[in-house]
């Protein structure tokens, strides 16, 4: 034992503390976390081929499935003319899925299933190794049936994607902490790398948690920390730079325009749009994409401190706040005095940072922030809870179980709270939440004095944990028995809107208002294509990616995601046309209504000078799309 903990303290990776190696749980210990994992399965998976997806990503999957380099640079469509607005890895697996599979909701939904059942096993191992197996089953089952995650699970965003990573992080770090171990650190820092090609920025926002926690913590010495953090940072800048660095090697002319980037460059991609630019609103405010006075609300809620708690977002992720905040508290609290190294107070510390780092990044982001990156939380959530019962109910001080008892009880009020925002959905469930928490209350008042205190604890916990999972599970059964056509990334019943919702239009919507869609469309388009690339240039991503998948076409979005990127100069669009790669136009507004930027109008001008109306004449509605030729340039 000397020897091991000496190695340990000099920093040999082969060095393993034989009495922390985990015991082998008990079979049906084991049996309950395969149950687990077996019912969120079953959420994640039920009705799949069904369930709704975003169309513009789902169409950047099917592109990435005809054509490797669009697969790799994350292209909108098969000829590469503009990226997806974030990086490729969740693309990069939906590609692959539908090579698999063949496009349909399933194979493009499947790899966000998988990583979401991956990381529930991923929370459980790394709890496991702090506080044991009641701790890692109970935040287990927490993160599994959090709404968010089932309806992200169910979604083709790459958010699900981020949050395994993330969790893998976590994992590593705790990990390295717990063995002295480099290795777990290192692929750590690769899974925040990963995560970057994910979503980019949001992936580094737990790392100061990470970060902190190894430095503090680690059982080596501190010029050995600093080192192998430096090493850590090194891979993590190799694996997140890699892609970006390919893509900023290749020619302008040989790979798709960057959506999302003002300039095709990578640094305004990743400093701007995905980057602090977002975090702190110097791009994508409502306002910068829609005309003024127009209301905005797109999942969300205002930034402040409450935005967390509005109607319409705490109920996808909050149920369990109050509890995973006395959680942490409490264990910050009782492992004051412990050794530098002790894996509960590091685990506190990481799962504890992630999730204040989290709040703080989320409540004040001034773009427009959606409630579903409240994801990401899930897992610091579920592990304070877990870790936080076990940790007060271990100790021996005397208002352990006295808070324990108070922070039960605050978190199924919440629950009630939630549940009655809206009165119309389950109302029996909130009055029977409420009356299984009294009794749990009660038990758990009466164990403070009783010699049977540790058994009547166990059960009345057992009764609280299930009362502050019903309201979670009621949402996700909604959420999968609903499975929204569009995609819709929110789960449980509809909340009343804090804000109006915007109505972000696509093509098909927009041609339905105008006496819809005429098939005969589409054959004209296809007779008289000839050898172009592109069936048809459309101003925006919303409208290419639903054509896309309604065609089967390559479908060129000159503006990108929303129109707005200056992909396509007036110069450029002579060119193709006079080499014949692309003949025609649809000529419609802007999603929103938005004016187009100064460089965007330019090649607006240039089309109505140069593509005549196709059957002549003038464009009757100016809000009406029209068809027009470019041939005639």
């Given at each position: 034992m000397t020897s091991a903990v000496s190695s340990i303290e000099r920093g040999d990776d082969d060095a393993v503390e034989p009495s922390r190696r985990l015991p082998r749980s008990p079979t049906r210990y084991t049996l309950a976390f395969?149950?687990?994992?077996?019912?969120?399965?079953?959420?994640?998976?039920?009705g799949l081929a069904n369930n709704g997806y975003d169309g513009y990503l789902g169409a950047a999957a099917l592109s990435a499935s005809h054509s490797w380099k669009a697969w790799f640079f994350g292209s909108l469509d098969a000829h590469s003319f503009v990226t997806i607005d974030?990086?490729?890895?969740?693309?990069?697996?939906?590609?692959?899925?539908?090579?698999?599979?063949?496009?349909?909701?399933f194979a493009v939904l499947l790899p966000q299933v998988l990583c979401g059942i991956a990381t529930t096993a991923v929370v459980h191992r790394a709890v496991r190794l702090a506080w044991g197996d009641v701790a890692a089953l109970v935040a287990a089952a927490a993160f599994a049936l959090t709404p968010i995650a089932v309806a992200m699970a169910r979604s083709d965003h790459p958010d699900m994607v981020l949050t395994l990573m993330m969790a893998l992080a976590a994992w590593g770090v705790i990990s390295a902490v717990r063995t002295g171990r480099t290795a777990p650190l290192l692929w750590a820092a690769a899974a925040i790398g990963l995560g970057y090609l994910a979503k980019m920025s949001a992936a580094m926002l737990v790392l100061p948690a990470l970060a902190a926690t190894y430095l503090i913590t680690a059982p080596v010495e501190l010029r050995r920390r600093l080192t192998r953090l430096a090493g850590a940072?090194?891979?993590?800048v190799a694996v997140a730079g890699a892609w970006f660095a390919v893509v900023a090697l290749t020619p302008a002319s040989s790979r798709p325009y960057l959506g999302g980037s003002k300039d095709n460059g990578v640094f305004d991609l990743i400093w701007n749009y995905n980057g602090p630019g977002r975090l702190f609103g110097h791009i994508d405010k409502p306002e910068s994409v829609l005309p003024p006075g127009t209301p905005v609300k797109v999942l969300g809620a205002p930034p402040g401190l409450g935005r967390l708690f509005a109607p319409d977002v705490a109920g996808q992720f909050g149920w369990l706040i109050p509890l995973a905040t006395v959680g942490l508290v409490a264990g910050l609290w009782l492992t004051r005095r412990a050794a530098r190294t002790d894996l509960s107070r590091a685990s506190f510390i990481v799962w504890g940072?992630?999730?204040?780092?989290?709040?703080?990044?989320?409540?004040?982001?001034?773009?427009?922030?959606h409630s579903y990156y409240a994801v990401s939380m899930a897992p610091a959530i579920a592990a304070l809870v877990g870790g936080g019962i076990v940790t007060l109910v271990r100790a021996r001080d005397k208002w352990s179980m006295p808070l324990l008892t108070?922070?039960?009880?605050?978190?199924?009020?919440?629950?009630?709270v939630l549940l009655r925002r809206t009165p119309h959905y389950l109302s029996w469930l909130a009055v029977t939440i409420g009356i299984a928490g009294a009794v749990a209350v009660v038990i758990l008042v009466a164990a403070?004095?009783?010699?049977?205190?540790a058994l009547l604890a166990t059960g009345a916990i057992g009764v609280a944990v299930a009362g502050m999972l019903a309201g979670p599970l009621a949402y996700d059964v909604?959420?999968?028995?609903?499975?929204?056509?569009?995609?819709?990334?929110?789960?449980?019943?509809?909340q009343k809107p804090v804000m109006p919702l915007i109505q972000y239009q696509s093509l098909p919507e927009i041609l339905a208002k105008n006496q819809g869609f005429d098939p005969r469309m589409l054959a004209f388009l296809k007779q008289q294509r000839g050898s172009a690339k592109w069936l048809l240039a459309v101003p925006d991503g919303v409208t290419a990616?639903?054509?896309i998948i309604s065609t089967g076409q390559p479908i060129m979005a000159m503006g990108g995601f929303r129109g707005t990127d200056p992909a396509l100069s007036p110069e450029r669009m002579a060119r193709l046309v006079d080499r014949g790669e692309l003949r025609f136009v649809l000529d419609m507004p802007l999603l929103g209504n938005v004016a187009p930027p100064p460089e965007v109008a330019r090649l607006y001008t240039w089309i109505k000078a140069n593509c005549s109306p196709v059957g002549g004449g003038q464009q009757a509605d100016p809000q009406a799309p029209a068809l027009r030729d470019c041939r005639s340039h």
């Open positions: 395969v149950g687990v994992l077996v019912g969120g399965a079953v959420l994640n998976l039920w974030k990086p490729p890895l969740a693309l990069w697996l939906q590609g692959l899925s539908v090579r698999i599979f063949g496009f349909g909701a940072a090194g891979v993590l940072g992630w999730a204040v780092v989290h709040f703080v990044a989320f409540s004040f982001d001034k773009s427009q922030w108070l922070g039960i009880a605050g978190n199924l009020v919440w629950d009630v403070w004095r009783s010699h049977l205190a909604t959420t999968v028995r609903g499975g929204e056509p569009k995609g819709l990334t929110q789960a449980g019943p509809l990616g639903s054509l």
